[in-house]
């Protein structure tokens, strides 16, 4: 890779970060009061095969939701390609599987040129389906829970509306064993203070030499898995002033760059952070993504021509994630379907006994796989 490639790689890395934090702002305004947990890069990616069929105005404003404004669509799906590589390379001892799929209404005409770069770039697996049969979501729900490892088992319900004639597909799947796992014996039942109410989790806690970063807002802790720390979780809680959606409404690169490259080692410190899995979704992203600029997709005046000659637009793009957070690592998992249809201080403790923001991001690049609020267990 020369200078120039690895720029335009580093674009890409920090538009899939900025439409990271971005989207999950947008969300928690929708969902102020529940728990959310996505897979930002899942939805980006899902959303840039999209990308690979618009056009004209629907292409730039889909480009500008995405951050990728000022990249070439080579370099957007050449730096993409890249990355997942690297990402399910890095450690082999923590599974990082990204799949990519898409089904088209049988007979239908897709342009090969489109069907082609998917392939090409996303690895995308790519069938016709006879979307009227009763059978047809079926097939495409196993594929989703195959590639999540049955984790997530259904996004779309039968029957399949008539108008709907292709559904772009990702699905990515992560499971790490923490580079110091929690002892089972020292888990022990606490008081979690919810926004609203408090109630018991099984609290994990450890004490030895953890990574922290600390100012005025918030205070984080970094738990990496694997032998070779390749990813990490980020536990964020914000000031006992402050609250949650505070913190992650304040929340944007700069804060996350100081945090990755704050974190320093501690010795002799009090971790304690509970144990829970965490569901979220089937979510309809179609609202957060027209707040995010790419609204004009989802409308009439939709221009998807390097899809099809037919007119096209998106009917919405469906998101749901799944987290285990336990003493030996965790194991988490998202789809993302775009359905597109027809027109028409310095403390020595981290107790994460009160709502916390948290992130699981590979150590290199910061680039974030999956990101989460818990308010209450």
Not at 85 to 108: F, H, P, T
Not at 172 to 182: A, E, H, R, S
Not at 317 to 343: D, F, Q, R, Y
């Amino acid at each position: 890779m020369n200078m120039v490639q690895a720029q335009k790689q580093d674009q890409v890395v920090m538009g899939n970060t900025k439409f990271a934090v971005e989207i999950f702002k947008v969300l928690n305004r929708e969902d102020k009061d529940k728990n959310i947990f996505i897979s930002p890069l899942s939805i980006s990616t899902a959303l840039t095969m999209t990308l690979n069929g618009a056009d004209s105005t629907t292409k730039e404003a889909m480009q500008e939701a995405l951050f990728y404004k000022g990249l070439s669509m080579e370099e957007i799906n050449s730096g993409n390609k890249y990355l997942y590589q690297y990402l399910m390379n890095m450690d082999k001892r923590v599974a990082v599987d990204i799949a990519n799929s898409i089904w088209i209404k049988e007979g239908y005409p897709i342009k090969q040129p489109f069907i082609d770069i998917n392939k090409d770039m996303f690895d995308a697996y790519v069938t016709e389906l006879d979307f009227s049969k009763a059978q047809a979501a079926d097939e495409i729900n196993n594929w989703i829970s195959d590639s999540t490892k049955g984790l997530i088992d259904r996004m779309i319900d039968p029957p399949i509306p008539a108008d709907v004639v292709m559904y772009l597909i990702n699905a990515i799947y992560f499971k790490g064993d923490w580079t110091v796992p929690f002892e089972e014996k020292k888990t022990f039942e606490k008081d979690f203070r919810g926004l609203y109410e408090t109630s018991k989790v099984d609290m994990m806690r450890r004490k030895g030499d953890v990574e922290y970063y600390s100012n005025d807002r918030l205070k984080a802790v970094r738990l990496p898995y694997g032998k070779s720390e390749a990813y990490s979780m980020y536990a964020i809680l914000p000031d006992e002033e402050s609250d949650i959606n505070t913190l992650i409404e304040e929340f944007d690169i700069n804060t996350w760059e100081k945090i990755r490259n704050g974190v320093k080692g501690r010795d002799e410190f009090e971790l304690q952070i509970p144990k829970f899995t965490m569901e979220y979704g089937i979510k309809e992203l179609k609202e957060a993504l027209t707040e995010l600029g790419m609204g004009e997709a989802f409308s009439g005046g939709a221009d998807f021509l390097l899809m099809s000659d037919n007119g096209l637009m998106l009917d919405n793009v469906l998101h749901k994630a799944k987290i285990e957070v336990n003493e030996k690592g965790s194991t988490a998992a998202a789809a993302t379907v775009v359905v597109v249809k027809e027109s028409a201080k310095l403390d020595n403790e981290f107790i994460a006994d009160r709502p916390f923001l948290f992130v699981i991001a590979d150590q290199t690049d910061g680039n974030i796989l999956f990101m989460g609020k818990m308010i209450s267990p």
